[in-house]
T-cell receptor, first 107, second 113 residues
Framework: KNEVEQSPQNLTAQEGEFITINCSYS?????LHWLQQHPGGGIVSLFM???GKKKHGRLIATINIQEKHSSLHITASHPRDSAVYIC?????????FGTGTSLTVIP | DVKVTQSSRYLVKRTGEKVFLECVQD?????MFWYRQDPGLGLRLIYF???????EKGDIPEGYSVSREKKERFSLILESASTNQTSMYLC????????????FGPGTRLTVL
């Protein structure tokens, strides 16, 4: 059983499209993280959120704690957004991770 | 700026060899983690450490051991490498507990022949 489920696993979009990646979790949390991993690269944190919505440039993350669901949106997608996006929930010392969504944005 | 460094980006070893993967962080973080990342399986926790000389098994500790002699350094050891340990290995560190962000190293892609 996965504590964190992400969808879709793979996503291909045309440049300029609006993209949504979803994350559902079964554990009780107070915050959720969205991470980005470029090909061959390390992992960087995009957002940490515990309620409502956060925006950073063209990226928007939302969370509904009651429904145990979060979404990551990318507006006006660009080829440089091509990466793996991972949601992660902290529990005590550890994190539970989704399996990631591999996004490819075609020019 | 937090920096987590790993000793190698790419490593090729033979079956049965002993392999050391080193991780160093420069922000005085208490917690350090070793993960492996495989296609379709995501990040899986091998071991973590919440203090010097302290370690806890993660989800997949079999075939691995760790060492944390100093706060800034966390080593992952494969006593006798096997082909099923071919993977991307990622180290991370975090301050305290709860919701604090994890900072990741660049990863080591290990191939065991």
């Amino acid at each position: 059983k996965n504590e964190v489920e992400q969808s879709p696993q793979n996503l291909t979009a045309q440049e300029g499209e609006f993209i949504t990646i979803n994350c559902s979790y079964s554990v009780g949390i107070s915050a959720l993280h969205w991470l980005q991993q470029h090909p061959g690269g390390g992992i960087v944190s995009l957002f940490m959120l515990s309620s409502g919505k956060k925006k950073h440039g063209r990226l928007i993350a939302t969370i509904n704690i009651q429904e145990k669901h979060s979404s990551l949106h990318i507006t006006a997608s660009h080829p440089r957004d091509s990466a793996v996006y991972i949601c992660a929930v902290p529990t005590g010392n550890q994190f539970y991770f989704g399996t990631g969504t591999s996004l490819t944005v075609i020019p | 700026d937090v920096k987590v460094t790993q000793s190698s980006r790419y490593l090729v070893k033979r079956t049965g060899e002993k392999v050391f993967l080193e991780c160093v962080q420069d922000m005085d973080h208490e917690n350090m983690f070793w993960y492996r990342q495989d296609p379709g399986l995501g990040l899986r926790l091998i071991y973590f450490s919440y203090d010097v000389k302290m370690k806890e098994k993660g989800d997949i500790p079999e075939g691995y051991s760790v060492s944390r002699e100093k706060k800034e350094r966390f080593s992952l050891i494969l006593e006798s490498a096997s082909t099923n340990q071919t993977s991307m290995y990622l180290c991370a560190s975090r301050s305290g507990q709860n919701d604090n962000e994890q900072f990741f190293g660049p990863g080591t892609r290990l191939t065991v022949l």
